[in-house]
């Protein structure tokens, strides 16, 4: 069966970097898009980002653009991203989503979530 | 930017039907597609490509798309289906993948 299994919660301090890891597996990795998706508390989902697992095609969010960085390391099948220059208002819970599809297509697998906190 | 807006609320009783809209320019254009997260979980994949419904999704979901509205219909409705439901487009203009504002589902 298919599975993302995010890293662990992370608490960074404002102006830090963090990198969360998604760890696919149950289909052939490299035949599917990964998507970030972020949660603040109590607010709603924002897509951050999307990278091709067969190419490294990358494609963020315009808000997040210079911030962020996604990539992915096929041999271990597994999905990364990296966040820098932590504020406050990144505070949320992070989500990997396999794009199940072509371009238009949704998101039909989603992992755990992982929390990151930032404060000081 | 391409802009989904949703109602926030949206209250049934058990065994009636629930509509939730999601208002987009020409959104009958786009693919929608629709989530289901409930507390401490992460969203759940609950009708793609306006209409269809993934394996293990009741029948009770089901989805529509015309025009400026797509809406998802929430038939029969169980204490179960209480949750936050967001749509979501991929908008070519911009290249960038939209979620809604999202909306709670309160059974009453």
């Known amino acids: 069966q298919v599975q993302l299994v995010q890293s662990g919660a992370e608490v960074k301090k404002p102006g830090a970097s963090v990198k969360v890891s998604c760890k696919a597996s149950?289909?052939?990795?490299?035949?599917?898009?990964i998507s970030w998706v972020r949660q603040a508390p109590g607010q709603g989902l924002e897509w951050m980002g999307w990278?091709?697992?067969?190419?490294?095609?990358?494609n963020y969010a315009q808000k997040l653009q210079g911030r962020v960085t996604m990539t992915t390391d096929t041999s271990t099948s597994t999905a990364y991203m990296e966040l820098r220059s932590l504020r406050s208002d990144d505070t949320a819970v992070y989500y990997c989503?396999?794009?199940?599809?072509?371009?238009?297509?949704?998101?039909?697998?989603w992992g755990q979530g992982t929390l990151v906190t930032v404060s000081s | 930017s391409y802009v989904l807006t949703q109602p926030p609320s949206v209250s049934v009783a058990p065994g009636k039907t629930a509509r939730i809209t999601c208002g987009g320019n020409n959104i009958g254009s786009k693919s929608v597609h629709w989530y289901q997260q409930k507390p401490g979980q992460a969203p759940v994949l609950v009708i793609y490509?306006?209409?269809d419904r993934p394996s293990g999704i009741p029948e009770r979901f089901s989805g529509s798309n015309s025009g400026n509205t797509a809406t998802l219909t929430i038939s029969r409705v169980e204490a179960g289906d209480e949750a936050d439901y967001y749509c979501?487009?991929?908008?070519?203009?911009?290249?960038?993948?939209?979620f809604g504002t999202g909306t709670k589902v309160t059974v009453l």
């Open positions: 979501q487009v991929w908008d070519s203009s911009s290249d960038q993948r939209v």
């Open positions: 490509y306006d209409s």
């Open positions: 149950g289909y052939t990795f490299t035949s599917y898009g």
């Open positions: 989503a396999r794009l199940y599809g072509v371009t238009t297509g949704p998101f039909d697998y």
């Open positions: 990278i091709s697992a067969y190419n490294g095609n990358t």
